[in-house]
């Protein structure tokens, strides 16, 4: 699996503030770097992947951790 150039851990937060905590660490990076979040399946999986697709992120992987977390890479995107 491949590793991000940041790692946001948003386990031990509930939606919406998944995602608001996710997009923090994504204004950190520059075009082209690559976020990995590990989040909990459910909404969080459901959700996160697809705002950031809506926001004009490219989701490069989503790795399922097999204990109820899943690992997801989103390339930053230059459409903000």
Known sequence: M???DL???????VCPITFVKAKVG????QDGQ???I??????PI???????KEEG?????VTNNGDGTYTVLVEKGGLL
């Open 2 to 4: 491949k590793k991000g």
């Open 26 to 29: 994504m204004e950190e990076l």
């Open 46 to 52: 459901l959700n996160v992947p697809r705002s950031f």
């Open 57 to 61: 992120h490219k989701v490069i992987e």
């Open 38 to 43: 590990k989040m909990n399946e459910g909404e």
């Open 7 to 13: 790692f946001v851990d948003i386990t031990d937060v």
């Open 34 to 36: 690559v976020l990995e």
